[in-house]
């Protein structure tokens, strides 16, 4: 069974920092692109960042670049978001999944990040 | 503002059949077939409901299919049933500096 569990979420202060973690079991982490994906509360799902099987490449969502980095390590079978710079409209439920072909398939469970003084 | 256009809310009855539009461009929808669909209940986490425009994964109702023209996507629901009630959204691959995109989302009421 696919399982994807998100940690790492809390309250940060705006231009704070925090480390979001995706473990991942239950099919071979190493063949797969995966995803970061959020959703501000009460808002839609907006995609956020993604990297390839070997981690040799990434893209994100304009908005989000210079401050978030995507990250894997496939001995451990996780997946990472490094947010920084952090502001009030980075608050969002983030989901880790696993991607194919343009479409993500298992999704883990969310972690908020709330952005606040 | 989503890259991807879709109806704010639709709804139907019991047993009728629904259609949801996602309106793009040829950067995105029109130029790829790279269009999912998700629903996502109240609290929920998405769920994978179609892949490549048509395409159904393993344990979707087939009352659930997809289809493209031009630069529009369309998620349709025949024999509407309680349980569709649901956010729905849709997402394409985009040739833009963001190469994945969603819709704004649909809210599917079942009267």
């Known amino acids: 069974e696919v399982q994807l569990v998100e940690s790492g979420g809390g309250l940060v202060q705006p231009g704070g920092s925090l480390r979001l973690s995706c473990a991942a079991s239950g099919f071979t982490f190493s063949n797969y692109w995966m995803a970061w994906v959020r959703q501000a509360p009460g808002k839609g799902l907006e995609w956020v960042a993604n990297i390839n099987q070997d981690g040799s490449l990434k893209y994100y969502v304009d908005s989000v670049k210079g401050r978030f980095t995507i990250s894997r390590d496939n001995a451990k079978n996780s997946l990472y978001l490094q947010v920084s710079s952090l502001r009030a409209e980075d608050t969002a439920v983030y989901y880790c999944?696993?991607?194919?072909?343009?479409?993500?398939?298992?999704w883990g469970q969310g972690t908020l990040v709330t952005v606040s003084s | 503002q989503s890259a991807l256009t879709q109806p704010a809310s639709v709804s139907g009855s019991p047993g009728q059949s629904i259609t949801i539009s996602c309106t793009g461009t040829?950067?995105?929808?029109?130029?790829?077939?790279?269009v999912s669909w998700y629903q996502q209940h109240p609290g929920k986490v998405p769920k994978l409901m179609i892949s490549?425009?048509?395409n159904r994964p393993s344990g979707v109702s087939d009352r659930f299919s997809g289809s493209k023209s031009g630069n529009t996507a369309s998620l349709t629901i025949s024999g509407l049933q309680a349980e569709d009630e649901a956010d729905y959204y849709c997402?394409?691959?985009?040739?833009?500096?963001?190469?994945?995109?969603f819709g704004g989302g649909t809210k599917l009421t079942v009267l």
């Open positions: 490549e425009v048509s």
């Open positions: 040829s950067s995105d929808v029109g130029g790829y077939n790279f």
């Open positions: 999944a696993r991607s194919g072909k343009g479409s993500m398939r298992y």
């Open positions: 997402s394409s691959y985009t040739s833009s500096s963001t190469p994945w995109v």
